[in-house]
DNA sequence: TGAAGGATTTGT
DNA sequence: CAAATCCTTCAC
């Protein structure tokens, strides 16, 4: 590998694969504030912060792998530390990464991220996430890794000290209760709220480092 | 073989 | 708040 392109890969550090294995709702806050990081055909990188997260497993009937194993579902049901990418409402993509252990169908589907230069909601929810980072059916069952371009990087120190609130999930008929949404509380690139938790002011608000304070 | 229903987004 | 839009699942 050229050394500047090392040193780039050295800023977004690949969480190590055993991250993965555990429970989604243990793997899904503690994505809020890592990084998503994709390499482009012009070998140049795509990165966002992870804002938002959901939490989904076998156990609960939301999840797309609560009923039995199918074709469409067989990825949620693989080995942790792949992408399960879907298409829904005929149009829209989301993307979630595969978690716990194989045979077990569980995922973190990634609702938000915050990029640094651009909009606050270019890709503030999960199919206009999906859609930024270019991410479609044909990266369904894809491992993440440096090596395929499409990976998930360690937090920065500054995020890590970011306030997360924990909520209910959104645009699902069962298991409504479970608080197995999470969004880190200071940024405004978070798809949609909780009750009672209002907008922070953009004087105020968190961004990536980089940002331009849109 | 057909109908119902989405882990959403957008515009009215 | 309803439409867009199509694939998967489930009922008959």
């Known amino acids: 590998m050229p050394k500047h392109e090392s040193n780039e890969v050295m800023t977004f550090k690949a969480i190590p694969h055993s991250f993965f294995c555990r429970p989604a709702e243990l793997v899904a806050p503690d994505l809020i504030g890592c990084k998503l990081v994709k390499k482009k055909a012009d070998g140049s990188l795509l990165s966002g912060v992870i804002v938002e997260t959901e939490a989904y497993s076998q156990a609960e009937p939301a999840c797309h792998g609560y009923k039995r194993r199918t074709p469409s579902n067989e ?14 409402y005929g149009i829209y993509h989301c993307t979630n990464v595969v978690t716990d252990r194989n045979g077990w169908a569980s995922g973190v589907l990634l609702r938000a991220v915050a990029i640094a230069g651009e ?3 270019v890709a503030s929810g999960p199919a206009l996430l999906s859609r930024y980072f270019d991410l479609n059916c044909s990266h369904d069952s894809c491992f993440i890794s440096v090596e395929n371009g499409l ?5 920065s120190a500054s ?17 409504k209760e479970l608080p197995w949404r999470w969004y880190l509380q200071a940024s405004r690139s978070v798809s949609k709220r909780a009750k009672g938790d209002r907008c ?13 304070g849109q």
Do not use: C
């Open 119 to 121: 909009s606050e909601r």
């Open 75 to 88: 990825t949620l049901f693989g080995d942790p530390g792949h992408l399960y990418v879907y298409l829904t």
């Open 200 to 212: 922070p002011p953009l004087a105020n608000s968190w961004r990536p480092i980089g940002g331009t």
């Open 151 to 155: 990976w998930l990087a360690e937090r």
């Open 159 to 175: 995020a890590s000290m970011q306030k997360i609130v924990s909520t209910t999930r959104i645009g699902i008929s069962e298991a």
